[in-house]
């Protein structure tokens, strides 16, 4: 019925006004004691790759996985492991796009 399908319009757009009003900060807390920015960065982080370090006597090896979600996706395009300097890399887990904005902020 139409009086059926505008409560339900409004209900989802009094939960979208809710959940954008509580995930600006990440000690804003909604009505019902969520962090929306700690959920979001937890899903991230299920999102991401593994990366490990292992130092040794003669150096350090960093190894990553990467993962092809897409058979659009050239897999030698992937890169996870970077030169910051002659004695820094860097392994990504997470967001390339995010890490190579930090990590061209570490080389300057």
Do not use: H
Request: glycine share 6%.
């Amino acid at each position: 019925s139409k009086s059926c399908s505008i409560t339900f319009c409004a209900w989802i757009f009094a939960m979208f006004l809710t959940k954008t009003e509580y995930d600006r900060g990440v000690n804003t807390f909604s009505p019902d004691g969520r962090l929306f920015q700690v959920e979001y960065a937890i899903e991230a982080t299920k999102l991401g790759s593994t990366g490990i370090g292992i130092k040794t006597n003669s150096g350090v090896v960093l190894a990553v996985e990467k993962r092809i979600n897409s058979p659009l996706i050239v897999p030698s395009s992937v890169e996870k492991i970077f030169k910051v300097s002659d004695r820094i890399a860097c392994a990504v887990s997470g967001l390339v796009a995010d890490a190579r904005t930090l990590i061209d902020r570490a080389r300057d």
